[in-house]
């Protein structure tokens, strides 16, 4: 028996790190992590810029507004504000904010519930052309809104239910993304053996997904619907060509049409400041609420790749 440190195959000793050596990259490591940490900063600094030039200027007055620097606070007129913009025209942003809640949180659940069921089966079944389904999902993630939105038009058209509550909400329950990242998260959380163990004690397939796929996979499924709450609450383009009648307006689009008005109502410049900063809130607490579970879920999703 012999003791002492095991030689590598070739023989060799490792080499000992030199203490110089050491010594040399202390201060480079710091200069690195110096850099890096600056460059962060300045991210941060550029992603938080416009946040809080928008929380100032909300509770400006409209005099301060234009009558001092961008970056200062002014008088503090904040309630004022709000309450104005609740008078205007009978209130009118209010409702479009009842929209925006409605359009985003019944598309995101559906959309999340539509994905969570789609990649669960990709996942966990084998059936015939099922890389070509997917391949197929994963190509439509390329195709731009943009080019959609003239066949979505004809479409709902020929279905009478263009400028209707349902008409904006059936575009909403397809994100091809969302069915992929569904996949991922399954495929990496998903034991096949505790599946099997539930069909050998009798459980449907769909009474399976319920009780036990849904469970694991509800972080991913959280993804999902951050992912599709944001999408849909900042979309502008699909209710523009949607939605005649103000009434049905989400936040974008009566945002959008008081600052074409602003030229001839200049009010209306200042309403959609303080207007912008108080549909920013709902994102804001949804994060905050919601940050454990996407978290978790691109990290157990990025183990896939």
Sequence with gaps: MTSGTRKPPGGRSPRPHAPGRLAENGPRKRLWWGLTTVLLLIIAAYFLLPVYWLSLAAAKSRSDLYGTPGLLPGEFRLWDNLAALSDYDGGIFWRWMLNSVLYTGGGAVACALIC?????????YDFRLKRQVFATIIASVLIPNTVLALPVFQLERKLNMVDTYGGMLLPLLVLPFGVY???V????????ELLEAGRVDGAGEFRLFLKVGFRLILP??????????????NNFFL????????????????????????????QLQHLVVV???????????????????WKSGITVGGRTF
């Design 116 to 124: 969570a069921l789609a990649g669960y089966a990709l996942a966990v």
């Design 239 to 266: 209710p523009l060509i949607l939605l005649y009648d103000e009434r049905r307006y989400p936040l974008t689009l009566g945002l959008n049409s008081w600052n074409e008005n602003g030229l001839t109502e200049p």
């Design 275 to 293: 207007g912008s900063f108080v549909s920013m809130i709902p994102l804001v607490i949804l994060f905050l609420t919601l940050q454990d579970h």
């Design 181 to 183: 990242l569904a996949r």
């Design 185 to 192: 998260y399954a495929e990496s959380s998903l034991p096949v």
């Design 220 to 233: 991913g499924v959280l993804l999902v619907f951050l992912y599709a709450f944001i999408s849909i609450w």
